[in-house]
């Protein structure tokens, strides 16, 4: 059978989903199908009976609005996706979403893509861990990690920005093991791209020392072939192949045009293309013999066997190796983790030291580097900053299996790579940057999110309070824009006790990612007793109450809530009942019964005061609408913290003047 026959599979399916949808894009998939059959069915390892066979390798859809080309390879090489989940593409609850989704409904997706370019940098992080952990786990005649990460990307890709951060680090890292497919068609939505990229995308990709491999006849087999035998072979290089491509390819009207991008072809057009393509089926029929060639099962099974061999004998031999992946496959905590740490937290509490809370994480770093050999951290060139490396950290380079990688200033790249590696498996990812740099990385923070990512994102500087650098630096909006994220847990501690805490509470937590949130400046160490810190685990706690119901409930956070507490002892003293709220995490605070949220914050009082360097609007949830919000309304300035928080209402004079007013405001109390 021709092979051109099989990758008219994907066309046909592609074009007639995206039909009954009425909505969706053609062209990719029908203009990268016969990439997609060559790279499918002679080179991929996978196993469609194990989608999650760890030693797999990777495939990634960068482009991912061409996901029924993606979908229409899982339903033909045998994976868990039938011919009407072919037919619901695009439909509420179906298996196949509008952009390829990482879920546990449809195995073979291994990230969600869509915002364009962050498929190729989570597969610069694929790449990142196998090759980290292909070093902390292989040894002679044992490669039990060892496989290559394909990615699809499109003109949008190679525009985004995010492109050159990660291929640029790429290309320095040695990463030989990624091959990338450049459907080079000189069409987007606008039309033809020259009039705003015609860049020469080979020198481009040489200046990052990868391995190019130009002029790939992306409709021929035998060039396709020899193209990914070369990429094979480079044994330093990542490899850019640029495939010329007819978008929507076999369309007798509309390929070659940005009509087929983004529409579907219409039915007359689809029957044309049935006709041109000789495809003498019905919609959705697919012949026996082409399902016979595209099985991967018998195939891909073969190759898993023949690797759960290996790993037999690997475990014989290395047990206490094996062991370690297998608990890191699982997600395991290692044993006593959690009782070391909470003597860890215990004895800190009873020592206490005003330190900024980016050195109490960095301390507490110091602890589970010891205990978690599968922490892989990174900075975006602000490690000296931001603390975020431990005694242990070693530089990675693909030359060793180093712990730590200098992502450079890449914000955004730094935290779609982050998401590749938590996806990768067997690993736990942190990086960091300033807070006010989040920005740049959001859509992959939101990304992380969307796939409920194992993962710690760490901001240092975290308000006006690291001064004078300015409104520039000064992240005023980026706590509130943080907290609103689903799945998302953000912390922002007030002491080395709450930094501890808010680490243990990131490392245990399974199933979405994390945010630690931290100060430049010192702050002081707060006196608590056990069930107190107990407390902090719900996110918000009492951290100093009165011997009676309150006439008023201060909220804080991070470094504000020691002036915070000051305010608490002058009120207690003119006999004001207050109670004071640390509130490290809203998200997790929120996560709490109401029994409990009710007992911290009683719905009956209604004078409630937060105290936050952040924007005010946040707070009104917690506050109520007759609430006071001590917070930024403004963007900061240049000066010392001590003067921008003066200027700001952070003080103990303005918290108790406010205090008095919201009092006098709500009720006579002849206390004032």
Not at 370 to 392: R, Y
Not at 627 to 648: C, D, P, Q, R, V
Request: some cysteine; overall charge positive.
């Amino acid at each position: 059978m021709k092979t051109r026959k099989l990758a008219n599979a994907i066309r046909i399916l592609s074009i007639n989903a995206i039909q009954k949808a009425n909505s969706g894009h053609p062209g990719m998939p029908m203009g990268m199908a016969d990439i997609a059959e060559v790279l499918w069915r002679k080179y991929i390892n996978h196993n469609p009976n194990n989608p999650l066979w760890f030693n797999r390798d990777r495939f990634i859809l960068s482009n991912g609005h061409g996901s029924i080309l993606l979908y229409s390879i899982l339903h033909l090489t045998g994976y868990n996706l039938t011919i009407e989940d072919i037919k619901n593409f695009r439909q509420l609850n179906s298996k196949t979403p509008g952009h390829p989704e990482y879920n546990n409904l449809l195995n073979g997706i291994e990230t969600t893509t869509g915002p364009l370019g962050q498929g190729l940098a989570n597969g610069i992080g694929f790449a990142i861990a196998e090759s980290i952990l292909s070093k902390q786990f292989n040894k002679p005649n044992y490669n039990i990690i060892d496989h290559k990460t394909y990615i699809f990307v499109g003109d949008g890709c190679l525009m985004e920005g995010i492109s050159h951060e990660v291929c640029s680090l790429a290309g320095t890292l040695k990463l030989n093991k990624i091959i990338v497919f450049y459907d080079d068609n000189n069409i987007s939505i606008d039309g033809n791209v020259k009039k705003w990229f015609n860049e020469d995308v080979e020198k481009r990709f040489k200046s990052y020392n990868w391995n190019v491999i130009n002029n790939v006849n992306g409709h021929n087999n035998k060039e396709i072939k020899k193209a990914i035998q070369k990429a094979h072979n480079e044994k330093i290089k990542p490899t850019l192949i640029i495939c010329k491509t007819i978008i929507g390819y076999g369309s007798p009207n509309k390929s070659g045009t940005s009509d087929v991008h983004g529409a579907p072809l219409g039915i007359n057009e689809v029957e044309a293309t049935r006709i041109k393509l000789n495809w003498n089926y019905s919609k959705f029929e697919i012949p026996k013999k082409v399902y016979l060639k595209w099985d991967a099962k018998k195939k891909g099974q073969k190759k898993e066997d023949e690797w759960n061999i290996l790993i037999k004998n690997y475990k014989k031999k290395y047990t206490q190796l094996y062991l370690e992946l297998k608990r890191r496959l699982n997600n395991e905590i290692p044993k006593l983790f959690n009782i070391k740490i909470d003597k860890f937290i215990y004895k800190t509490q009873i020592k206490p030291e005003n330190i900024a809370t980016r050195k109490a994480s960095q301390n507490t770093l110091e602890f589970l580097g010891k205990m978690l050999p599968e922490l892989i951290g990174g900075s975006a060139d602000l490690t000296p900053s931001n603390l975020s490396n431990w005694s242990g950290s070693k530089s990675f380079n693909n030359d060793n299996s180093g712990n730590y990688i200098h992502y450079g200033v890449r914000e955004f790249g730094m935290s779609a790579i982050t998401n590749g590696i938590a996806l990768h498996g067997a690993l736990l990812p942190y990086s960091a940057t300033f807070l006010v740099f989040f920005e740049y990385a959001h859509n992959a923070i939101r990304m992380a999110s969307l796939m409920k990512l194992r993962l710690i994102f760490i901001y240092t500087h975290d308000s006006i309070g690291l001064g004078e650098d300015g409104p520039t630096h000064q992240p005023i909006e980026a706590l509130s824009n943080l907290r609103i994220i689903p799945n998302m847990n953000t912390w922002r501690p007030c002491d080395q006790v709450e930094t501890i805490v808010a680490w243990k509470h990131a490392i245990n937590r399974l199933n979405s990612p994390t945010t630690l949130v931290f100060t430049r400046q010192n702050v002081v160490q707060q006196i608590r007793d056990l069930k107190q810190i107990k407390n902090i685990y719900k996110g918000g706690y009492i951290i100093k109450d009165c011997n009676k119901f309150p006439d008023i409930i201060f909220i804080s956070t991070g470094s504000e809530l020691n002036i915070t507490i000051i305010t608490f002892r002058k009120l207690i003293k003119i006999g004001i009942y207050t109670r004071v709220i640390s509130m490290p995490s809203t998200n997790v605070f929120d996560k709490q019964s109401e029994k409990y949220k009710n007992k911290i914050l009683p719905n009956i009082i209604k004078n409630r005061i937060s105290i936050e360097a952040s924007i005010s609007d946040y707070w009104y949830k917690y506050v109520g609408i007759n609430g006071t919000i001590i917070g930024m309304k403004t963007f900061g300035e240049s000066g010392s913290a001590e003067k921008l928080f003066k200027k700001f209402g952070f003080t103990i004079n303005n918290i108790l003047k406010e205090a008095k007013k919201m009092l006098i405001r709500n009720y006579s109390n002849n206390k004032i």
